[in-house]
């Protein structure tokens, strides 16, 4: 299973950035997709999740600001992350929870994406 997230980046107060996780080695259609972020010397904590095509989750910070969807053709989950603040800075991890191509059901974890919100 391979997670692979890009689009982080450096961002002022106010901007946007969108997220991209390109997922392989798993069932991806029937897989939940999820954001989490860890903020330095903070706990992992929930940004969305996204079941099915429709069925989404925020956490309450983020919530009315990110939005996250998902194109099962291309077995991609995104963040779209509009007025950022300074407090979103962290790094960002994609997750798919569910069966890999090979049915062994697993909680899967990118590699991370840092962003950066700062004027």
């Known amino acids: 299973v391979q997670l692979v997230e890009s689009g982080g980046g450096l961002v002022q107060p106010g901007g946007s950035l969108r997220l991209s996780c390109v997922a392989s080695?798993?069932?991806?259609?029937?897989?939940?997709m999820g954001w989490f972020r860890r903020a330095p010397g903070k706990e992992r904590e929930l940004v969305a999740t996204?079941?099915?095509?429709?069925?989404?989750n925020y956490g309450d910070s983020v919530k009315g600001r990110f939005t996250i969807f998902r194109d099962n053709a291309k077995n991609t989950v995104y963040l779209q992350m509009n007025s950022l603040k300074p407090e979103d800075t962290a790094v960002y991890y994609c997750?798919?929870?569910?069966?890999?191509?090979?049915?062994?059901?697993?909680?899967?974890w990118g590699q991370g994406t840092q962003v950066t919100v700062s004027s």
């Open positions: 997750n798919a929870y569910g069966r890999s191509s090979t049915y062994v059901w697993g909680d899967y």
């Open positions: 080695g798993v069932i991806f259609s029937s897989n939940r």
């Open positions: 996204i079941t099915g095509d429709t069925d989404t």
